[in-house]
């Protein structure tokens, strides 16, 4: 082992005489720490060669990395292998290939260069005149010195090869008699040379053609002041073709360049993207918002190609694409695809992006072009009545609508790819053929034959083949198909029919005339012949198309050959009217349905069958019923109106005298209160009872189906009567079947509503006892149960004569009764009609004194048992204590439109009982002006207003009210309908209250603002 003293002199020996070049340069500052003797010959100094050199940023010349970066990539890698230029003292690039590496020299990092391998070049100074004769004599460019008139002084030898000429044929010449005359002309007009830009010119061969040359220029000063021009020239006439071909591609595909480069932010536009966009675009301009704001786009796609520009080399190194249009300086619209992709640096960091801009305006135009014909050619192949395929031309079925399927037990999917001759019947299958092979050349057809259903029985169809022809060529054949099997049966019978058929022709009362197929009548029943107004002697062997069916339906006459019957009867096809006008002989005309039906034997056109109905008095029927249905629309309207116009006032009783009710009365005041709001709500209930009627008896009423709880539907039923019940000191009960299913499936609401009116009643009419509700399950299927749900008391009891009158329309049993217990006599036969609709029924079984027992059987789907049901209990209730809502609604901003003030001032008096802070408006003009002045939590409107009503209201509150400041509105109207909640839904209304308005509606509507359940539905 050597000591640490002889190992410093060694290494210091090899650094010395070592044959490669060693270096070390300090990583802060580029300057040089130390170098051996080779890498200063290679610098150009062996001696002293730290005084003579740059710092090493500036003598490596390539690769371009910065200082930063190259210690940077040494520090993630122990070594690193490039090839590098040096700068050679005397001035010339020395190419080496070394390795880099950090090391650390007296406590402090360097960079250490070791020259692995040198590529330079020795010259022997004395030959490099030879070399500078070698070069000029050798090279492919054309080098002349000319005066600066032109006159060539010399040129080049290498002008044989180029140009065909001899030196000598040069010399003293003018250089402009050698290019094209355009050429020439520029050149004569001071365009014969400039020494800061190269033209590219046309000069002329030897031979007589024109090759493109690009010429760079040097002016020369003489000693003598004089001025000559060395001149440099390279044949780019490949390269112009190549150019010229490129133009002419982009310009036939419409396809422009451009080109960012990022160090500079410049963006420049070919001549051919400028074109296109009308010289929109300037040819450089920094990437900047001004540069795509000049362009006028659309806001999605503008913002999303400022924010391409603004991210500059932070994109993503992928592909990018935008799709806009925009509108050129000569008013046209056009469309344009960009497409761009990245270029990378040895870092991987994007210094440049190149793309293209591509007009595709036209393929806009022909893509809609197309999508409208296919759409109209879609909506015709797939809802025409008759089965439409297209078949090649072997036949084979390549598509095919949906009516084929039942023309002939095959699925569209079974059909495609098989040959249309499987299905035709053998005896027809010639027929077919000739036909299919005649549409093949050209010329559609219309026949008559036989099917073979996939059931095995065989139908009749008229078929016509019509050609597919593209660019003048038939590619393929529809198909349009029609059963006609059952008028080729009827057909058949007329044309069987001889003189013992007679009395049956003549005993329809349908007209039947025959027609052959110039149009002359061949038979006519004596109906056809009454109803048309002739004689017995006249109806056969005339022509009478030129007054049958001569109008359109607005009134004016068809030409004889345009009309309908004439036109079926040429072409041989069927035709039908369900309403035409028919004319008679003396010129009066009637209302009739009427078919014609062709004629054929053996395939070839005989004529026609036309049947007709007088139906001038159905028509005159289904007017009336019309009518009917036009008055039963308005009764609705008219009960929708009335229904409002009856809240209205009616929210305003019940409404003050709620706020009456809440203030110091004396005992009187409050009984007068108390009878108000009693009062009040019988009307309430009167006019909901005759809105349900009448929705039932028009067949309006829908039941909704839903999984519910039968046990917790009866004990919310028997809660509403708890208060009534404990009053009169009732004991209500609940029994419930230990085998009833946990859920049903049916409208909760309505079964609540029956069960409301009986319980109701049972509590109405009974003094003392008991009320019990009782729900067993009678028997139970795979998916539905029969349920008995019944309503037992210890009241007054019917009587077995008065019973029937239980279940009828506004039915009172006794006046007594009626002055003692109210009511309408609507509860009960509503409740007899939902049953029913339910596929339900309902029975009573009562005597006077002994009670009553009214009984409802349904037949229920329900869902499996998850847990038994509660037992059966007795129910007691204890009214809730009311609340202070004053606090929990504390600090919400409320505002109230209607252009009622009674509304107006019931609600504002109820919110501001409730804590809330309250602005009025009795429009929603007024409403949209607050909302722009001051924020709100919550808007009741009302639906009908003056100037603007509560739909457009709230309309324009979502559209001009910023999203932060948008309050709920919650619609407060007299219209109960599902119609009216849809459109306050539709116009961004969050809940919906009816008038009158109750306390605990308004509780319930601020309850759920303040809990989030209105934000939760808008983010829903």
């Not at 005489?17 to 150009?44: C, D, E, H, K, Y």
């Not at 694409?321 to 990378?344: A, H, M, V």
Request: glycine share 6%.
């Amino acid at each position: 082992m050597t000591s640490p003293a002889i190992n410093t002199e060694l290494a210091s020996m090899a650094f010395d005489q070592s044959p490669f070049g060693i270096a070390f340069a300090n990583p802060q500052n580029g300057t040089w720490l130390g170098m051996n003797a080779a890498f200063g010959v290679m610098l150009g100094d062996s001696d002293d060669p730290l005084a003579l050199q740059l710092p090493l940023e500036q003598v490596i010349t390539e690769p371009s990395e910065s200082l930063d970066q190259l210690v940077e990539l040494l520090q993630a890698q122990a070594t690193l292998h490039r090839r590098i230029g040096l700068k050679h003292a005397e001035g010339f690039i020395l190419q080496l290939r070394v390795s880099l590496a950090l090391v650390v020299t007296a406590g402090e990092q360097a960079i250490m260069i070791t020259a692995v391998e040198t590529g330079k070049i020795v010259l022997d100074p004395s030959s490099e005149e030879n070399l500078n004769e070698l070069i000029i004599n050798n090279t492919r460019d054309l080098i002349s010195y000319s005066t600066p008139e032109g006159t060539i002084l010399y040129i080049a030898p290498s002008i044989t090869e180029i140009l065909g000429y001899d030196t000598s044929e040069m010399l003293g010449r003018n250089r402009r008699f050698f290019y094209h005359v355009e050429e020439a002309n520029q050149m004569a007009q001071s365009r014969m040379f400039d020494p800061e830009n190269s033209f590219v010119r046309r000069v002329r061969h030897k031979d007589g053609r024109f090759i493109w040359m690009e010429t760079y220029f040097k002016v020369l000063t003489l000693s003598d002041g004089q001025q000559r021009v060395l001149t440099f020239a390279r044949d780019v006439t490949a390269l112009k073709k190549y150019e010229e071909m490129l133009a002419s591609v982009h310009r036939i595909a419409k396809i422009g360049a451009w080109e960012w480069d990022i160090a500079s932010n410049i963006i420049t536009f070919s001549e051919d993207a400028r074109r296109m966009y009308g010289y929109m675009l300037p040819s450089t301009s920094p990437a900047c918002d001004e540069l795509i704001d000049s362009l006028q786009l659309e806001p999605v796609v503008s913002e999303g190609m400022k924010q391409f520009l603004r991210l500059g080399a932070q994109n993503k190194p992928d592909h990018k694409f935008w799709e806009y249009s925009t509108r050129l300086p000569d008013g046209t619209n056009k469309f344009f695809e960009i497409q761009c992709e990245s270029k990378l640096n040895h870092y991987g960091e994007i210094y440049q992006y190149i793309g293209i801009v591509h007009d595709v305006t036209e393929q806009r135009v022909l893509q809609q072009k197309l999508q409208d014909r296919e759409q109209r050619y879609k909506s015709l192949f797939e809802h025409s009545p008759q089965a439409v395929y297209s078949m090649n031309l072997q036949g084979e079925i390549l598509t095919a609508n949906a009516k084929i399927e039942s023309l002939t037990g095959y699925s569209v999917k079974e059909l495609t790819g098989m040959n249309w001759s499987s299905l035709v019947a053998a005896q027809f299958a010639d027929k077919s053929l000739l036909h299919f092979g005649l549409a093949c050349q050209g010329v559609p057809q219309s026949y008559d034959l036989k099917l073979r259903h996939r059931s095995g029985y065989e139908i009749e169809v008229n078929t016509a083949n019509i050609p597919i022809i593209v660019e003048q060529e038939v590619v393929g054949v529809y198909g349009i198909s029609m059963d006609i099997t059952d008028h080729m049966r009827y057909l058949e019978q007329i044309e069987k029919l001889s003189y013992q058929y007679t009395l049956i022709l003549n005993s329809v009362s349908e007209g039947i005339m025959g027609l052959d197929a110039k149009g002359r009548s061949t038979f006519i029943n004596p109906a056809a012949a009454s109803m048309l107004g002739l004689s017995p002697t006249e109806s056969i062997g005339g022509s009478y198309l030129n007054y049958i069916d001569q109008t359109r339906s607005d009134g004016t006459p068809y030409r004889l050959e345009e009309s309908p019957i004439n036109q079926a009867l040429r072409d041989g096809r069927s035709y039908s009217n369900k309403e035409a006008v028919l004319w008679r002989k003396d010129g009066s005309s009637f209302l009739a349905e009427f078919h014609v039906t062709p004629i054929s034997d053996r395939g070839m056109h005989q004529g026609a069958v036309i049947v007709f109905q007088d139906i001038t008095d159905e028509k005159e029927i289904i007017r009336a019923k019309e009518s009917a249905e036009e008055a039963d629309r308005a009764k609705s309207e008219f009960l929708a109106v009335m229904s409002h116009e009856l809240r209205t006032p009616m929210n305003g009783i019940i409404g003050m005298a709620d706020l009456l009710g809440d203030t110091e009365l004396d005992e009187e005041q409050v009984s007068y209160a108390d009878t108000i709001i009693q009062c009040s709500q019988s009307l309430l209930r009167l006019l909901n009872e005759i809105l349900d009627l009448s929705k039932i008896e028009a067949g309006k009423m829908i039941l909704d189906k839903e999984s519910f709880s039968l046990s917790s539907l009866a004990s919310d039923v028997l809660e509403l009567f708890g208060i009534a019940a404990s009053q009169k000191g009732l004991n209500l009960e609940l029994q419930l079947d230990e085998h009833l299913p946990t859920m049903v499936v049916g409208d909760a609401g309505r079964i609540r509503q029956v069960l409301v009116n009986l319980v109701g009643n049972a509590v109405k009419f009974t003094e003392q006892g008991s009320v019990i509700l009782h729900i067993k399950q009678l028997a139970r299927e795979d998916s539905s149960c029969m349920l008995e749900l019944s309503v037992r008391d210890t009241g007054i009891g019917i009587s077995l004569d008065k019973q029937d009158q239980l279940f009828q329309s506004f039915s009172q049993l006794h006046p007594a009764l009626n002055r003692k217990y109210g009511g309408t006599g609507l509860g009960l036969a509503i409740s007899r009609k939902l049953v029913e609709l339910m596929d339900g029924s309902i029975s009573v079984d009562s005597a006077p004194d002994q009670g009553s027992t009214f009984s409802i059987m349904l037949n229920l789907p329900y869902e499996a048992a998850s847990a038994p049901p509660p037992p059966s209990r007795e129910v007691n209730f204890v009214p809730e204590a009311v609340q202070n809502l004053s606090a929990r609604f504390s600090g919400l901003h409320a505002l109230v439109v209607d252009d009622n003030q009674v509304n107006r001032m019931l609600l504002a008096t109820l919110l501001g009982k409730m804590g809330c802070g309250v602005d009025q408006a009795s429009n929603g003009l007024e409403a949209v002006e607050q909302l722009d002045k001051k924020r709100y939590d919550i808007v009741f409107m009302d639906l009908q207003m003056p100037v603007m009503d509560g739909l457009q209201a709230s309309r324009a509150i979502h559209a001009r009210i910023p999203v932060e400041r948008q309050p709920v509105i919650v619609a407060v109207t007299a219209f109960v309908r599902q119609a009216d909640r849809d459109k306050c839904a539709a116009a961004g209304m969050e809940d919906f209250i009816s008038k009158p308005v109750f306390a605990s509606e308004v509780t319930r509507v601020l309850g759920n603002l303040v809990s989030g359940a209105y934000d939760t539905a808008s983010d829903n």
